[in-house]
């Protein structure tokens, strides 16, 4: 009697077979391709200090700070450099904890109030009723290493409006530079803040002496 040959369904498919054998190396062999989690960056601040104060003429007006704006390129958190001329760059692994125009704000009108120059200072959105609004672009503020050492380069244009007559009164970049102690993104964070406490001593004598010719709003 021959032999009996056991059916195709019966017999375990070959590839079945060696896919389960497989199955646990496949799986093994693919941790080490799992991506690995990235390093979050460090995260810097402006925070530059009191400026100085210079003996200023009090107004008697109110001024009302706008919220700052900044130029395409440095409407981010992400800290720019240069090497080349027309080309910014970012570092990879350090950040402003914020962008550097909403950081701006708060230090721009604790800086106009610490010196004593004004009524009030009020930050927008507000209902308080100002004679002046003080605008402000961030034009540029990166660290400039086509030049040995490199520098903190800052740039702010600064407009003071009187909101009574509904004019602009004046207008004003205000630009500094200031040597990074260290060759890296730390060191140009730290010659920022010291660039911007400058900028912002210039800024607020700037904006007394508009201020200075101003009469009160109301009755």
Request: proline share 9%; charged share 20%; glycine share 4%.
């Amino acid at each position: 009697m021959p032999a009996r040959i056991p059916s195709r369904s019966s017999v375990p498919s070959l590839a079945l077979v060696l896919g389960a054998l497989a199955l646990p190396w496949l799986v093994a062999g693919c941790a080490p391709f799992q991506q690995a989690p990235q390093e979050s960056p460090s995260l810097h601040v402006l925070q530059p200090g009191a400026p100085s104060t210079t003996a200023l003429r009090r107004s008697v007006v109110v001024v009302e700070v706008n919220v700052p704006r900044a130029t395409p390129g440095f409407d981010t958190p992400r800290i720019a450099y240069v090497e080349r001329p027309y080309a910014i760059e970012y570092f990879s692994r350090s950040e402003w904890a914020d962008t550097p125009a909403r950081m701006l704000g708060p230090l721009l009108a604790r800086a106009l109030e610490e010196s004593g120059a004004f009524r009030a200072v009020v930050l927008a959105p507000t209902s308080v009723q100002a004679e002046l609004r003080l605008d402000v672009e961030l034009v540029r503020l990166q660290q400039d290493f086509t030049v040995k050492p490199s520098r903190a380069d800052l740039a702010l244009r600064v407009q003071v409006v009187d909101l009574t007559a509904r004019r602009v009164l004046a207008t004003r970049v205000v630009e500094e530079t200031e040597p990074a102690a260290t060759q890296d993104a730390y060191g140009g964070v730290a010659a920022a803040n010291v660039a911007l406490r400058r900028a912002l001593e210039r800024t607020v004598a700037f904006v007394a002496g508009e201020a200075s010719a101003i009469r009160p709003a109301g009755p």
